[in-house]
């Protein structure tokens, strides 16, 4: 059974990304004037844009460049830039480390503080901590990202001085050698600005599921035998709360993406989100095709992970 249910994932995540790489290659062609021009500029003249043609294969049948496409990919090459003079691959992998120890450290922040004030909320469900709890939760969520890390900047940077406004730091000392302290200093104010709304939607998910817990009658019966508190909430309700929160996360990848682009043009930070807004405003779509695969492909990676991980945790999703 369990051998069935991961081949079904597997299947769907396979359909998935296929479905994925079409979307965005007909997409691509659907760009007023074709990929040509939207490379060179709707001013290009019909002899550059005859040669572009020629270059990247766009003078064959729309069919073949489909196969072309796909072979492409296999092979890892996603294209030139012809707005940063660099193939779109190497381009990427220069910011990708960046997003991605920025987008795991605002995970991490995320989750554990979900956790800590979901238990809260869940404990104290329907009375006034767990009734402001989610009232914070609600402010906290509809505040858009990017005001979140302009208010940061403005308290944290330029009033009390704490952390740099932006930029990425980890310059190199005398001796060579990468500092990581500065690295991560740079690193706190986006990291936080990511992790706030993502720390109000989950725990707001989580404090529902704990709620749900505190309500089952062997917690009931826990209760009426002495049990402290304390173990009640770690050893019961946080193990049976925290399953459908694998889930949750692995749907919200999308989001945390989102939330990087906007955090990561705010804070002039070198990360893919910053690189796509980039690229948006020169109009490169090679680049922009790329890095909407790629989170594209990383959403289905997650969502299969949360689903795997989710099933070896409660037997119950296997027979599901």
Same mark, same amino acid.
């Given at each position: 059974?369990?051998?069935?249910?991961?081949?079904?994932?597997?299947?769907?995540?396979?359909?998935?990304?296929?479905?994925?790489?079409?979307?965005?290659?007909?997409?691509?062609?659907?760009?007023?004037?074709?990929?040509? =021009?939207?490379?060179?500029?709707?001013?290009?003249?019909?002899?550059?844009? *005859?040669?572009?043609?020629?270059?990247?294969?766009?003078?064959?049948?729309?069919?073949? &460049?489909?196969?072309?496409?796909?072979?492409?990919?296999?092979?890892?090459? +996603?294209? =030139?830039?012809?707005? &940063?003079?660099?193939?779109?691959?190497?381009?990427?992998?220069? =910011?990708?480390?960046?997003?991605?120890?920025?987008?795991?450290?605002?995970?991490?922040?995320?989750?554990?503080?979900?956790?800590?004030?979901?238990?809260?909320?869940?404990?104290?469900?329907?009375?006034? @901590?767990?009734?402001?709890?989610?009232?914070? &939760?609600? $402010?906290?969520?509809?505040? @858009?990202?990017?005001?979140?890390?302009?208010?940061?900047?403005?308290?944290?940077?330029?009033? !009390?001085?704490?952390?740099?406004?932006?930029?990425?730091?980890?310059? &190199?000392?005398?001796?060579?050698?990468?500092? #990581?302290?500065?690295?991560?200093?740079?690193? !706190?104010?986006?990291? #936080?600005?990511? *992790?706030? @709304?993502?720390?109000?939607?989950?725990?707001? =998910?989580?404090?529902?599921?704990?709620?749900?817990?505190?309500?089952?009658?062997?917690?009931?019966?826990?209760?009426?035998?002495?049990?402290?508190? +304390?173990?009640?909430?770690?050893?019961?309700?946080?193990?049976?709360? $925290?399953?459908?929160?694998?889930?949750? $996360?692995?749907?919200?990848?999308?989001? $945390?993406?989102?939330?990087?682009?906007?955090?990561?043009? !705010?804070?002039?930070?070198?990360?893919?989100?910053?690189?796509?807004?980039r690229s948006a405003l020169e109009q490169d779509y090679p680049t922009l095709s790329a890095i909407v695969l790629l989170i594209g492909v990383l959403t289905i990676l997650g969502n299969l992970a949360?689903? +795997?991980?989710?099933?070896?945790?409660?037997?119950?999703?296997?027979?599901?």
């Amino acid at each position: 059974m369990m051998r069935r249910m991961i081949l079904n994932r597997l299947g769907t995540s396979v359909l998935s990304l296929f479905l994925l790489v079409t979307i965005v290659f007909f997409l691509i062609h659907a760009t007023p004037g074709g990929p040509a =021009y939207s490379i060179l500029g709707m001013h290009a003249t019909p002899e550059a844009v *005859a040669a572009l043609n020629k270059q990247m294969g766009l003078d064959h049948p729309l069919w073949q &460049q489909y196969g072309i496409w796909w072979a492409h990919l296999f092979e890892g090459n +996603l294209g =030139y830039s012809f707005t &940063q003079h660099a193939p779109v691959a190497s381009l990427m992998g220069s =910011y990708l480390a960046n997003s991605i120890i920025l987008y795991v450290l605002a995970t991490v922040i995320a989750v554990l503080f979900s956790v800590l004030i979901g238990m809260f909320q869940g404990y104290w469900a329907e009375r006034t @901590p767990g009734v402001l709890i989610g009232a914070g &939760q609600i $402010i906290v969520y509809s505040i @858009p990202t990017f005001f979140i890390g302009v208010m940061l900047i403005l308290f944290f940077a330029i009033y !009390v001085s704490w952390f740099p406004p932006g930029g990425i730091g980890g310059d &190199q000392s005398a001796g060579g050698v990468l500092n #990581i302290g500065s690295y991560f200093h740079h690193m !706190v104010l986006p990291a #936080i600005t990511i *992790a706030l @709304p993502l720390t109000a939607g989950l725990s707001r =998910y989580f404090g529902h599921q704990a709620r749900s817990e505190y309500r089952l009658d062997y917690v009931r019966t826990a209760r009426a035998r002495g049990v402290p508190p +304390l173990r009640i909430a770690v050893n019961h309700v946080l193990r049976n709360a $925290i399953r459908p929160l694998v889930t949750v $996360i692995g749907m919200m990848i999308p989001g $945390i993406f989102v939330g990087g682009i906007l955090t990561e043009s !705010v804070f002039n930070y070198p990360g893919l989100g910053w690189l796509l807004w980039r690229s948006a405003l020169e109009q490169d779509y090679p680049t922009l095709s790329a890095i909407v695969l790629l989170i594209g492909v990383l959403t289905i990676l997650g969502n299969l992970a949360a689903d +795997l991980t989710n099933s070896i945790l409660d037997v119950r999703v296997r027979y599901e």
